[in-house]
Antibody, heavy 117, light 110 residues
């Protein structure tokens, strides 16, 4: 079935970087954009950025410009999101989501990233 | 882009109908027919319920419907059921070629 499977939970120190992976299966990876969305505990959803796996084109939310990098390895149908200069406010669940018709139709299970000294 | 505005909470009794609003600007909700709605149960990933303002993905109950007028989109759930109790988020494409979410609405089924 169509699914996105993300990497496991991470614990990082302030100032470090984290890289989360998102492996697609059940569909042609290069046919749909991949987006990254995060959710702090008890808070709402926050869109971070998108990637076109075919062309490599990317776009980021202004709030994350300069700190987030999204990439992909098409041979293994996997997208990545790297967030640098981590601070405590970055503690959240990070989701990847496939987009179709400008909506997010398939979501990964989420990756908990904890930033703590 | 500032978050879209949703009521923090709504409630209804089983069998009733409720409507959740999502207010943006001409740079997002009012500028495109690319409003979508998501249901999220505790500890779970969001699930797409409505896309392109009023379209339902395959498998989503026809009790869920969407609409839009100017800068405000709405999600209506008819025939409320206990399983509808969840958080609901709207989202819109924007003129900056980005997406923005609403703050979320907690639906309580009384």
């Amino acid at each position: 079935q169509v699914q996105l499977v993300q990497s496991g939970a991470e614990v990082k120190k302030p100032g470090a970087s984290v890289k989360v992976s998102c492996k697609a299966s059940g569909y042609t990876f290069t046919s749909y954009d991949i987006n990254w969305v995060r959710q702090a505990t008890g808070q709402g959803l926050e869109w971070m950025g998108w990637l076109n796996p075919n062309s490599g084109h990317i776009g980021y939310a202004q709030n994350f410009q300069g700190r987030v990098t999204v990439t992909r390895t098409t041979s293994i149908s996997t997208a990545y999101m790297e967030l640098s200069s981590l601070r405590s406010e970055d503690t959240a669940v990070y989701y990847c989501a496939r987009s179709i018709n400008e909506a997010f139709d398939i979501w990964g299970q989420g990756t908990m990233v904890t930033v703590s000294s | 882009q500032s978050a879209l505005t949703q009521p923090a909470s709504v409630s209804g009794s089983p069998g009733q109908s409720i409507t959740i609003s999502c207010t943006g600007t001409s740079s997002n909700v009012g500028g495109y027919d690319y409003v979508s709605w998501y249901q999220q149960h505790p500890g779970k990933a969001p699930q797409l319920m409505i896309y392109d303002v009023s379209n339902r993905p395959s498998g989503v109950s026809n009790r869920f419907s969407g609409s839009k007028s100017a800068n405000t989109a709405s999600l209506t759930i008819s025939g409320l059921q206990a399983e509808d109790e969840a958080d609901y988020y709207c989202s819109s494409y924007t003129t900056s070629s980005t997406w923005v979410f609403g703050g979320g609405t907690k639906l309580t089924v009384l």
